[in-house]
């Protein structure tokens, strides 16, 4: 006790044995940390963007990237466009069809008419061999001729098969015959032949005239020979 008779007073500062507290932050604050991470994110997704990019564009423009699709595209072509043995449209029909018409290198006989093989002809599933057409698949066939002759007698005009049913005989499937009334003047004429006939592998079909001495030989296109399965 003090020497006055009163208790001793002893002053206690609570706040000294307390940690410190931080200050706290602000609203202003909050929102600016809030903003610079959006905008962190922001800026990382457009250089992601800006990266992928780049590769498309380099695999775009790379030679050495595309070849192999070049290859396989032109591989593709190349199945598409099957060549043939002679100058076929690109759609190819569904059944036998030939079709031929003159020209200088076709070399006929006196009556037998010979056909050109570089002035388009169309020969699919039928072969031209020895002036005939050979038929390489049974079935019916239209066969058709038509000669451009000029003449001042009497003009023949045929389609002959070869089969070997008959020990490889010529048999008439068409024929026709142009008379001149004036034998003194040569006139200029057309002459069409057209039928159905059942054909068998084999068989061969050609045009024989009077004379081929007779026909008319200024464009390919008057006169023609073909035939087609229908």
């Not at 410190?20 to 609203?27: A, C, H, T, Y």
Request: a positive charge; charged letters at 20%.
């Amino acid at each position: 006790m003090a020497e006055s008779g009163y208790p001793s007073v002893y002053v206690v500062d609570t706040h000294a044995t307390r940690p410190p507290v931080p200050p706290r932050l602000s609203k202003v604050g909050r929102r600016a940390g809030m903003a610079r991470t959006l905008l962190f994110i922001l800026v990382s997704m457009a250089l992601c963007g800006i990266i992928i990019e780049a590769c498309f564009i380099y695999r775009l423009y790379n030679p050495e990237s595309n070849t192999g699709s070049a290859t396989s595209s032109k591989s593709i072509a190349e199945q598409d466009v099957t060549p043939t043995k002679s100058s076929n449209p690109v759609f190819l029909p569904s059944k036998p069809v030939a079709h031929l018409t003159d020209g200088q290198d076709a070399v006929s006989t006196k009556e037998m008419m010979a056909w050109s093989t570089v002035a388009d002809p169309i020969l699919y599933e039928m072969v031209y061999k020895d002036r005939s057409l050979v038929i390489q698949k049974d079935g019916y066939y239209y066969v058709y001729s038509k000669i451009f002759f000029s003449d001042n007698g009497t003009f023949h005009h045929l389609v002959n098969q070869k089969t070997k049913k008959y020990d490889g005989k010529s048999i008439n499937l068409l024929q026709s015959r142009k008379y001149s009334e004036n034998h003194k003047i040569s006139i200029k004429s057309n002459s069409y032949l057209g039928g159905v006939f059942y054909l068998e592998k084999g068989d061969a079909i050609f045009v024989e005239v009077s004379d081929t001495a007779k026909v008319m030989r200024h464009k390919s296109t008057e006169n023609f020979f073909g035939a087609y399965m229908i």
